[in-house]
Nanobody
């Protein structure tokens, strides 16, 4: 089992940047592919970005491609989400998730086994 704790959320103006972190504890971090998801008020949770166990492959939702970057440091048991050029529509609670399955889960939410508690990101116009 792995425990996930997100941090780095906050209030930022449109066009600004934030970096989210997700610290993992428990089992070997490099055994898990990692994903970032978000949920805005009144909307369903949606995929944002994912990264494979090694970090060599990353994937993004079309809505964030070119603005967000996912990365990981397996030595620090941490995955990051660098968010640039933020827009008001990026306002949401952001969650990190861990996937222990044999196949890369990418955007398949149901394939992720463990979830953090979320961190609020608010982008003002």
């Amino acid at each position: 089992q792995v425990q996930l704790v997100e941090s780095g959320g906050g209030l930022v103006q449109a066009g600004g940047s934030l970096r989210l972190s997700c610290a993992a504890s428990g089992r070997t971090f490099s055994d898990y592919a990692m994903g970032w998801f978000r949920q805005a008020p009144g909307k369903e949770r949606e995929f944002v970005a994912a990264i494979t166990r090694s970090g060599r492959v990353t994937d993004y939702a079309d809505s964030v491609k070119g603005r967000f970057t996912v990365s990981r440091d397996n030595a620090k048991n941490t995955v990051y989400l660098q968010m640039n050029s933020l827009k008001p529509e990026d306002t949401a609670v952001y969650y990190c998730a861990a996937d222990s399955g044999p196949l890369y889960a990418r955007s398949r939410m149901k394939s992720y086994d463990y979830w953090g508690q979320g961190t609020q990101v608010t982008v003002s116009s």
